[in-house]
Nanobody, 127 residues
Framework: QVQLVESGGGLVQAGGSLRLSCEASTSTFTMTTMGWFRQAPGKEREFVAAIRWNQENIATDYSDAVKGRFTVSGDSAKNTVSLQMVSLSPEDTAVYYC??????????????????WGQGTQVTVSS
């Protein structure tokens, strides 16, 4: 059974930065695609960013809402993914979820494609 453990959430003022980290607890499987989603109160879960490894090629994808402010990175050998967030605004307040899949996901945005999910970490941005 694969478990994803997130860390790094918290409270920050608008304009500040936070870094989220996630590790998949498995020594048997390699996660090929890992990503971040978020869910604000009263809203549906939405895609934030993802990274996909394919031999020597690395692909990333970002939602329009975070492009240019968030950076996703990771280590496929360690099954880890991080999300560096800068220039945070109150609109970024949400529970952030780490997601992972062993497969090569051509489209990284649909949440339904990911098999493994973390419990979520709260990010609160005050104005």
């Amino acid at each position: 059974q694969v478990q994803l453990v997130e860390s790094g959430g918290g409270l920050v003022q608008a304009g500040g930065s936070l870094r989220l980290s996630c590790e998949a607890s498995t020594s048997t499987f390699t996660m090929t695609t890992m990503g971040w989603f978020r869910q604000a109160p009263g809203k549906e879960r939405e895609f934030v960013a993802a990274i996909r490894w394919n031999q020597e090629n690395i692909a990333t994808d970002y939602s329009d809402a975070v492009k240019g402010r968030f950076t996703v990175s990771g280590d496929s050998a360690k099954n880890t993914v991080s999300l560096q967030m800068v220039s945070l605004s109150p609109e970024d307040t949400a529970v952030y979820y780490c997601a992972a899949d062993r497969g090569f996901l051509p489209y990284m945005r649909p949440a339904r494609l990911y098999d493994h999910w973390g419990q979520g970490t709260q990010v609160t941005v005050s104005s």
